[in-house]
């Protein structure tokens, strides 16, 4: 069975860091692009950062993240990883991970979402 699980939420002050993990079974995630996405409340859901496979070099970061989170693989452990640095009450949400569409080529953007659900997430916030 397919699928992704999300987890390394939780509750942090402002200036402080997280690490999230999106572990994949029953596939080899090293062959797909993956995405983080949040949501807030109130809010539409937002790519955050995506990297692509294992043999492309693009990674995408959203404008408000850029400089403070940092993607990575492991593909030994099968999981990918969003490290937040500098946390802001702003970056509270609901964080999830998806494999997105292949896209070949320099990334302008994330690519969107393969068609599927997404999971439960991991709730982060940002609070003093």
């Known amino acids: 069975q397919v699928q992704l699980v999300e987890s390394g939420g939780g509750l942090v002050q402002p200036g402080g860091s997280l690490r999230l993990s999106c572990a994949a079974s029953g596939f080899s995630l090293d062959a797909y692009a993956i995405g983080w996405f949040r949501q807030a409340p109130g809010k539409e859901r937002e790519a955050v950062s995506c990297?692509?496979?294992?043999?492309?070099?693009?990674?995408y970061y959203a404008d408000s993240v850029k400089g403070r989170f940092t993607i990575s693989r492991d593909n030994a452990k099968n999981t990918v990883y969003l490290q937040m640095n500098s946390l802001k009450p702003e970056d509270t949400a609901v964080y999830y991970c998806?494999?997105?569409?292949?896209?070949?080529?320099?990334?302008?953007?994330?690519?969107?979402?393969?068609?599927?659900?997404w999971g439960q997430g991991t709730q982060v916030t940002v609070s003093s």
């Open positions: 998806r494999i997105l569409v292949t896209m070949i080529g320099r990334w302008t953007g994330c690519p969107r979402p393969r068609p599927g659900s």
């Open positions: 990297v692509a496979r294992s043999s492309d070099g693009n990674t």
